[in-house]
């Protein structure tokens, strides 16, 4: 059995104590686990582009010998993320290219994605931002803070900011309260998204008083959302259960977007046992994201086609609540593409015809003008896959 760090429970509910103990040498990681060759061989050869951090909750819920385990293969560099293919990316959605001041993307016209800091309570191997996330000189500094909030100030086609980072909630609370205080300021930003994996990684980082926060600025003028990284049930401990609960009593709602990764979550029954946890721990599941183009993380890649079966599978055998949508971010920048299993099997005249979840055949009416926008190759298209298996 192994023998890592001790402490008490005081320093176990600490965010602090949890932040500074981060398990960041294979010497840690050896008194935590049976570190693998492999294992032990990536993180030389990984660390010093994309350095491990994982914290000493994250690492309590790893198997000890399994390489396997959906929680280690989060936390732990394997030697696959040596391999960079040819059709990967170093910024695999384009968030630099449009970058409009330091620290702040603005690629839709009503949204901008606020960098805040580099840094995360885990570094996660399949991290889409590895590019910088982890690397702390990579950071904005004050400056490029006030020239943020000046470009948002002066861009009333901006109501919704995604507050991102690294994590947000590596900040204090003093700073997160300046963030919201000058967005609250911006008469024309109506809502925010506090996009954080702590309810995750570190729990006890969402105290009494983050959730207080969050309270003081939820107002009829600006709405904050919590949007969250669950990615399997193991994930979904009481601990996490606990500090859902101290954000729910906030009144802020909780989304979820779970990546698609292979050897995690990449079935039907994975994705349903979390999402319906999820629901109970009142957190929405709200998509479910392939796994982009970023550099180093093909082994974590699904197909699409396992993508859209596991869809298959949620859609009528649970709750609408539990479905997510299933989102391709386009490489480069174009943007989130909603794919679907394709339901519509045929046209008539003046009647669509439709397969349900349970393979049972319907027909609707529909005018003959909307009938037009289907046209006949866009639908034989969607019958070919249909017969191929692919839908
Ligand atoms: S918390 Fe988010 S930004 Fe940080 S390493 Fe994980 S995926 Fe990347």
Same mark, same amino acid.
């Given at each position: 059995?192994?023998?890592?760090?001790?402490?008490?429970?005081?320093?176990?509910?600490?965010?602090?104590?949890?932040?500074?103990?981060?398990?960041?040498?294979?010497?840690?990681?050896?008194?935590?686990?049976?570190?693998?060759?492999?294992?032990?061989?990536?993180?030389?050869?990984?660390?010093?582009?994309?350095?491990?951090?994982?914290?000493?909750?994250?690492?309590?819920?790893?198997?000890?010998?399994?390489?396997?385990?959906?929680?280690?293969?989060?936390?732990?560099?394997?030697?696959?993320?040596?391999?960079?293919?040819?059709?990967?990316?170093?910024?695999?959605?384009?968030?630099?290219?449009?970058?409009?001041?330091?620290?702040?993307?603005?690629?839709?016209?009503?949204?901008?994605?606020?960098?805040?800091?580099?840094?995360?309570?885990?570094?996660?191997?399949?991290?889409?931002?590895?590019?910088?996330?982890?690397?702390?000189?990579?950071?904005?500094?004050?400056?490029?803070?006030?020239?943020?909030?000046?470009?948002?100030?002066?861009?009333?086609?901006?109501? +919704?900011? /995604?507050? =991102?980072? !690294?994590? %947000?909630?590596?900040?204090?609370?003093?700073? #997160?309260?300046? &963030?919201? @205080?000058?967005?609250?300021?911006?008469?024309?930003?109506?809502?925010?998204?506090?996009?954080?994996?702590?309810?995750?990684?570190?729990?006890?980082?969402?105290?009494?008083?983050?959730?207080?926060?969050?309270?003081?600025?939820?107002?009829?003028?600006?709405?904050?959302?919590?949007?969250?990284?669950?990615?399997?049930?193991?994930?979904?401990?009481?601990?996490?259960?606990?500090?859902? +609960?101290? /954000?729910? =009593?906030? !009144?802020? %709602?909780?989304?979820?977007?779970?990546?698609? #990764?292979?050897? &995690?979550? @990449?079935?039907?029954?994975?994705?349903?046992?979390?999402?319906?946890?999820?629901?109970?721990?009142?957190?929405?599941?709200?998509?479910?994201?392939?796994?982009?183009?970023?550099?180093?993380?093909?082994?974590?890649?699904?197909?699409?086609?396992?993508?859209?079966?596991?869809?298959?599978?949620?859609?009528?055998?649970?709750?609408?609540?539990?479905?997510?949508?299933?989102?391709?971010?386009?490489?480069?920048?174009?943007?989130?593409? %909603?794919?679907?299993?394709?339901?519509?099997?045929?046209?008539?005249?003046?009647?669509?015809?439709?397969?349900?979840?349970?393979?049972?055949?319907?027909?609707?009416?529909?005018?003959?003008?909307?009938?037009?926008?289907?046209?006949?190759?866009?639908?034989?298209?969607?019958?070919?896959?249909?017969?191929?298996?692919?839908?």
């Amino acid at each position: 059995m192994k023998k890592p760090i001790t402490w008490t429970p005081t320093q176990w509910s600490d965010w602090k104590w949890q932040q500074k103990n981060r398990i960041r040498t294979i010497e840690q990681l050896d008194e935590w686990i049976d570190v693998t060759p492999d294992e032990r061989e990536a993180f030389r050869l990984t660390n010093s582009v994309f350095r491990m951090g994982i914290t000493p909750y994250y690492a309590s819920l790893m198997n000890q010998q399994d390489p396997l385990c959906p929680i280690r293969l989060q936390a732990v560099p394997k030697m696959s993320e040596t391999k960079i293919s040819n059709t990967d990316l170093a910024d695999p959605l384009g968030e630099e290219r449009y970058m409009v001041v330091p620290g702040l993307t603005h690629r839709y016209p009503d949204r901008a994605l606020f960098y805040t800091n580099h840094n995360c309570a885990m570094y996660c191997r399949f991290c889409t931002r590895k590019r910088k996330v982890s690397n702390p000189k990579s950071m904005i500094n004050k400056q490029a803070y006030a020239a943020i909030f000046d470009y948002l100030e002066n861009h009333p086609e901006i109501s +919704d900011v /995604i507050i =991102s980072g !690294g994590d %947000p909630l590596s900040l204090s609370n003093k700073r #997160l309260a300046v &963030i919201f @205080d000058r967005l609250s300021q911006i008469k024309h930003i109506k809502y925010c998204r506090l996009g954080s994996r702590n309810l995750v990684t570190l729990p006890q980082r969402c105290t009494d008083s983050l959730s207080e926060l969050l309270k003081t600025y939820q107002s009829r003028h600006l709405s904050i959302y919590f949007n969250t990284h669950f990615n399997c049930l193991e994930e979904a401990t009481d601990e996490a259960w606990d500090a859902c +609960d101290r /954000i729910a =009593s906030s !009144g802020t %709602p909780m989304n979820n977007q779970m990546v698609l #990764l292979k050897g &995690i979550n @990449d079935s039907t029954e994975r994705v349903l046992e979390l999402n319906q946890r999820l629901l109970q721990m009142r957190v929405k599941p709200y998509y479910m994201l392939q796994c982009d183009l970023a550099e180093g993380i093909s082994h974590f890649r699904t197909s699409i086609a396992t993508g859209l079966k596991i869809i298959k599978g949620l859609r009528g055998h649970v709750s609408g609540l539990a479905s997510p949508h299933y989102i391709l971010d386009a490489p480069g920048g174009g943007g989130k593409i %909603p794919l679907s299993p394709n339901y519509i099997i045929d046209k008539e005249e003046d009647h669509l015809i439709f397969r349900n979840y349970q393979g049972e055949v319907y027909r609707y009416p529909e005018s003959e003008l909307e009938l037009d926008e289907l046209t006949p190759e866009c639908l034989q298209a969607r019958i070919t896959a249909l017969k191929s298996g692919a839908a």
